[in-house]
């Protein structure tokens, strides 16, 4: 089930409300019930998918801490390398068997070689995340940083955990092992928090992130058909849709886990106010960027190595990141572009601090604050083309018109899906840009009467605005496709 | 450190909660009362429009019966057809903005009866977009045609649909193209629900609405009993089930939520409804009144019937061009045509995969609906209208051979009926349609160049056909 359905809002009050009339004892064994539940929702024989990473992890983390223990680097090490080949093997079955054989026909043609057939398989939901999550307590436990887990159950319920089974964030077991395992009680700032977290994770999915798709999709399923500002308007709509969508869904997730008492990992913060690329990719999707970072980046030497292994290590981690996000080439583009990026900004840093003292902006500077976020605002929409076309020559047509003469072709879109989809960024721009003023927040979270009405009524106008604006057609959230 | 429930705080949450939510859904209600008014107003002009048009359309029947000469006569049969031609196109401008407005287009013309068509066209969107009946009259003017395909019907829809149908007054066809499809008793792939088109949101509810005219020329269409006879019909074996019938899957439940929601949705304006709140906003701004047609005035229609017999020139029928008119899923609305409509998409050819499952009692519905056709007289033809070739695997499998097993079993239903089949998709499939994915907005649908190719390549076979029928060798 998704999020933003019906049967999640008959799920959850149910499973938090017998969460907690549960004694202590019991409640792990219910919230397992319950998320194998959630995920059977989607498409119940790939519970067994689930299962086997589970049993393959639990069993490898095992085996490799004894081995260790007792002396045997080398089986540890072997034990902890077939376990994380057999993962990496399941994502590479389940998510990547198309891009191979594309891939190898490709370059099979080109020596007339005969067409491979490679079967065909749906995608578990998830599968990257739950398996990133498991790859990531393996290491850990191999590395040492952390015990590995004897209960089966409460491993399972680490990975299996619903509020973010399915679409992250991906979460440490150093953070998630202790909370499930403690008891929680009832407590007003949690409900209270995650239920604030929930409506406007819900309204960051279903009212924005929904309603933009419609004008993205008309973009991108026909860029021909558009040109000039006619694309610019279909980027910069992917742009605030993606991250709508995706930070709504994990607004949700972390809402939904608070209001049981546990304090998932943040995974956005105002990434699209950043002033750099590096400070772009330190607040998106920062559960996934720091597992790159600590499991793939650091390992291969991080930034304590010379330049050239540096820009090597980072174009590998954004490449990787790159594929992770998607089965398609383009994919990897978007990702090696970020890489590009990142090394660009490192080697353009001291020539920018040079001419901003000459030009007298000194930093924090209102000026040179707002250039430094709308040119990184610029190259991270112009790197999400390669993310959203739905081909290489679609992404290169998007770079090639967009400075062209106007057309466009949303005649197809009701008025009103349109006034909606541009109004509603800039009411979303709007509160977290207020959200960042200090004083508002004090004001508005204040234990005033006054603040408590202007609560109320800013929370029913959002469930009004979720119920009248919001595209209930069941869209799928983006990241679901990994 | 918490170390018990904050039992305290509980009434202090669930009170905020009860509060959000009432003023949340309070602000709703009052806007979906707001489109409810604004949707009954247009309905009530609408309605206004068409009683006048029906009135008129009366005073002419009158001076039709008591015309002199068949030259009186066949100008006021003219001007009958005209204005009926005109309130379709009233009809038409009112509701182009609407999704898929060629159901709407469809159930009006059942229900008001343009065109009195004598041969009619049923089955999926496959012959919805790719049969345009402008082709087959030119080809044989002699007929009357009327394209009543609509996208997702299976054998079941038209069952119900039939009921509808009879209930309308509409005349009977002498001809159904029934046109049929390898999958079309895939519930999972149709499922079109006529409990939907009936529903106030729906097409078909929204055309029973304006039939409730106070008009004695224009009579209440009853809502027929649908309810299913099941003694035609075999008891469910026992076998992997594809989504349900809509029999088996009813309108509303508590126990199954997708047909609770889409019940809910059809029937909250607020809801289905969605994207006409500019036009209310318009409404209320323009005073809660919608304007009626300028020539809403009949007081002095004997007057200009009259004129009219003075003549001796038969009026020709008014031909409308129409803005470009797009919907949401693409469909030109302004290219509607007698129930067809054309759709472009921008479609590579590229191969996808369609999980396919057949449900038998679609089957049983199938045959049931041909009964039907043959205990009123009615002549059916199959034809299964061509699909591009290289576009799809079924259930991963490049090889598949459900279209050619389900293609059998059409073919020895139709030969044991005595039904000619013409299959687009096999003996009379051509490279210059099935192989080109040019003429395809998908691996099934037919664009508007293709949908013009295959009209007029079936307007020939079916002329051939009909004249082996009309002079059997």
Redesign the interface.
């Known amino acids: 089930m998704l999020f933003n359905s019906?049967?999640f809002l008959?799920f959850f009050p149910i499973v938090v409300t017998v969460f907690?009339l549960l004694p202590h004892k019991f409640r792990r064994y219910f919230l397992l019930a319950a998320s194998c539940y959630f995920y059977m929702s989607f498409i119940p024989k790939y519970i067994i998918i689930l299962l086997c990473t589970t049993l393959i992890d639990f069993f490898g983390a095992l085996g490799v801490e004894r081995a260790r223990d007792a002396g045997r680097k080398k089986l540890s090490k072997a034990a902890f390398l077939v376990a994380i080949l057999l993962n990496v093997g399941m994502l590479v079955f389940f998510k990547y068997l198309g891009l191979l054989e594309d891939t190898i026909n490709f370059f099979g043609h080109m020596i007339d070689m005969r067409t491979v057939?490679l079967?065909?398989v749906v995608l578990p939901i998830g599968i990257s995340f739950h398996t990133f999550q498991s790859m990531g307590y393996l290491i850990d436990v191999f590395l040492g940083r952390e015990k590995a887990e004897k209960n089966f159950i409460d491993f399972s319920l680490f990975l299996m955990f619903f509020p973010q089974l399915v679409a992250g964030p991906i979460e440490r077991s150093t953070n998630l092992f202790s909370q499930l395992k403690e008891e929680h009680?009832?407590?007003?700032s949690d409900?209270?928090y995650g239920?604030k977290m929930m409506l406007w994770g819900m309204f960051k999915k279903v009212v924005v992130a929904d309603n933009l798709a419609?004008l993205a999709d008309a973009v991108f399923?026909?860029v021909?058909s558009f040109s000039g500002m006619g694309l610019v308007v279909g980027v910069l709509a992917f742009t605030v849709q993606i991250y709508c969508d995706f930070s709504g869904y994990s607004d949700i997730a972390i809402g939904a886990a608070r209001c049981m008492g546990i304090h998932l990992m943040k995974n956005f913060d105002m990434p699209y106010f950043s002033q750099s690329v590096p400070e772009f990719w330190r607040r998106w999707h920062i559960s996934l960027s720091t597992w790159f970072k600590d499991y793939v980046y650091i390992p291969l030497g991080g930034n304590r190595v010379s330049k050239p292994r540096w820009c090597f290590n980072q174009l590998v981690t954004f490449t990787i990141s790159g594929i992770w996000h998607g089965a398609a080439f383009t994919f990897v583009a978007w990702g090696a572009l970020n890489g590009i990026y990142i090394v660009i900004s490192r080697f353009l840093k001291p020539i920018r601090e040079k001419i901003k003292s000459a030009v007298g902006l000194t930093p924090g500077h209102l000026l040179s604050n707002t250039m430094a976020m709308l040119t990184t605002f610029t190259l991270i929409s112009l790197s999400w083309v390669f993310f959203r076309a739905n081909s290489f020559a679609d992404a290169f047509y998007v770079f090639g018109n967009l400075f062209t003469k106007t057309t466009y072709?949303f005649?197809?879109?009701?008025?009103?899906?349109i006034?909606t989809a541009l109004a509603v960024p800039l009411l979303l721009f709007l509160v977290e840009a207020l959200m960042t003023v200090p004083q508002v927040v004090e004001h508005y979270n204040a234990r005033t009467p006054v603040a408590q009405v202007v609560r109320?009524?800013s929370?029913?106008?959002?469930?009004?605005i979720i119920?009248?604006?919001g595209a209930?057609d069941n869209k799928s959230f983006i990241y679901f496709q990994f | 450190m918490?170390?018990?429930?904050?039992?305290s705080?509980?009434p202090?949450?669930i009170l905020?909660?009860i509060?959000?939510?009432?003023?949340?859904?309070s602000?709703?209600f009052g806007?979906n009362a707001a489109m409810q008014h604004f949707l009954d107003a247009e309905v009530e002009a609408v309605k206004e429009a068409n009683t006048r048009a029906a009135e008129r359309a009366a005073l002419l029947e009158d001076a039709l019966r008591a015309a002199e000469g068949e030259a009186s006569a066949a100008i006021l049969e003219a001007q009958i057809a005209i204005a009926k031609r005109e309130q379709e196109e009233n009809f038409y401008q009112r509701y182009k903005?609407r999704n898929n407005y060629q159901a709407l287009g469809q159930f009006y013309e059942m229900h008001f009866n343009t065109y009195s068509a004598d041969t009619i066209l049923i089955g999926t969107s496959r012959a919805e977009y790719g049969i345009n009946p402008k082709y087959l009259e030119e080809a044989m003017p002699e007929r009357s045609w009327f394209n009543f395909s609509l996208d997702g019907t299976n054998p079941e829809y038209y069952v119900k649909w039939w009921e509808y149908f009879l209930e309308s007054g509409y005349p009977i066809p002498d001809t159904i193209v029934y046109c049929v499809d390898w999958f079309m008793c895939d519930t999972n792939w149709l499922w079109r629900r006529i409990s939907n088109d009936a529903s106030p949101s729906g097409a078909l509810g929204t055309v029973l609405q304006l039939r409730k005219s106070t008009s004695p020329a224009v009579p209440e269409a009853p809502a027929p009993d649908v309810s299913f006879d099941a003694e035609g019909i075999l008891p469910q074996e026992e076998s992997e089930q594809s989504r349900e019938t809509e029999e088996e899957r009813p309108e509303f439940s508590l126990f199954n939520?997708d047909a609770?929601?889409d019940y809910l949705?059809n029937r909250i304006p607020?809801?289905y409804a969605?994207?006409?709140?500019?036009e209310m906003i318009a409404f209320y701004l323009n005073g809660a009144k919608i304007a009626l047609p300028e020539d809403n005035d009949i007081s002095d229609e004997l007057a200009k019937i009259e004129e009219m017999l003075q003549n001796t020139e038969i009026p020709e029928m008014p031909v409308y061009e129409h803005e470009?008119?797009?919907?949401?899923?693409?469909?030109i609305t302004s290219t509607y045509y007698k129930g067809h409509i054309v759709r472009e998409?921008?479609y590579t050819g590229a191969r996808s995969?369609r999980t396919f499952s057949d449900n038998e009692r679609q089957w049983q519905y199938f045959e049931q609906l041909l009964d039907t056709f043959e205990s009123h007289g009615i002549h059916v033809v199959f034809v299964e209208p061509p699909e591009y070739s290289k576009g799809r695997y079924i259930n991963?499998d490049?090889n598949s051979t459900a279209m050619e097993d389900c293609n059998d079993r059409i073919r020895a239903i139709a030969e044991e009926r005595g039904i000619t089949f013409l299959n687009y998709n096999g003996e009379l499939a051509s490279a210059e349609i099935n192989e080109d994915y040019t003429k395809f907005f998908d691996w099934g649908h037919l664009n508007g160049q293709g949908s013009i190719l295959f009209s007029t390549r079936l307007a020939e076979d079916l002329k051939a056909y009909f004249s082996t029928l009309d002079n059997p060798s």
């Open positions: 019906i049967e008959i907690f057939v079967p065909e009680f009832l407590c007003y409900i209270s239920g419609i399923n026909h021909e072709d005649a197809h879109i009701a008025d009103f899906r006034y109320i009524a929370y029913a106008l959002l469930l009004f119920i009248i604006f209930y | 918490q170390n018990k429930h904050e039992l705080a509980l202090r949450v905020k909660g509060i959000v939510v009432a003023i949340g859904l602000l709703a806007m903005h939520l609770t929601i949705f607020i809801i969605r994207d006409r709140i500019p470009r008119q797009v919907d949401q899923n693409g469909s998409k921008n995969n991963g490049r």
